[in-house]
């Protein structure tokens, strides 16, 4: 019998979450004696690469120098307009480099969406602390072009 007839697809999901969230984990063949553990027998490689990347779980160093299995919730964009005027606190630039202020814990989250758009919207890279993000614009001469077209986008108030 199948290992997810015997326990339906959305249980495996809530365990495997879990396992990430509590526990250490820095290779697939860990993670799935793991899931052996809780009653998920023979789940292969693949189908534990699949959930991996279906929950965008990323392999970072923890602190103890080790590389595990994170999910990175707090890098999930978010959704609708109203929790992005609720993280986002202002966009300004000095001419150089465009400065977003988010709440506490916002600018990874912001960062990655902003990431997400790409070259052509004028952002080369961020850099994202716990509540600032450093914009390098892919072109300094369209600074503010590019920093309010980030305003609108984010739908916030700037002040250059």
Known sequence: ??????????ELVQVFKTLLKEQCYGSQSEL??????????????????RLLSKL????????????VYILPDE????????????????????NMQIIVKTGIGGAPLISRMLDSLGESSGILGTLAGDDTIFIAPSNADRIDEICQSIIELLDVKGTN
Request: hydrophobic fraction near 40%.
């Open 56 to 67: 965008g779980a990323v392999k970072m160093r923890n602190t103890n120098n080790q590389k």
């Open 75 to 94: 890098l999930a964009v978010p959704k609708s307009k109203q929790a992005i005027q609720s993280v986002v606190l202002s966009v300004k630039h000095n």
């Open 32 to 49: 799935s004696a793991a899931l052996a553990e809780h009653g998920f027998i023979d789940i292969p490689q693949a189908k534990v690469s």
């Open 1 to 10: 019998m199948s290992t997810i007839r015997k326990k339906n697809e959305s």
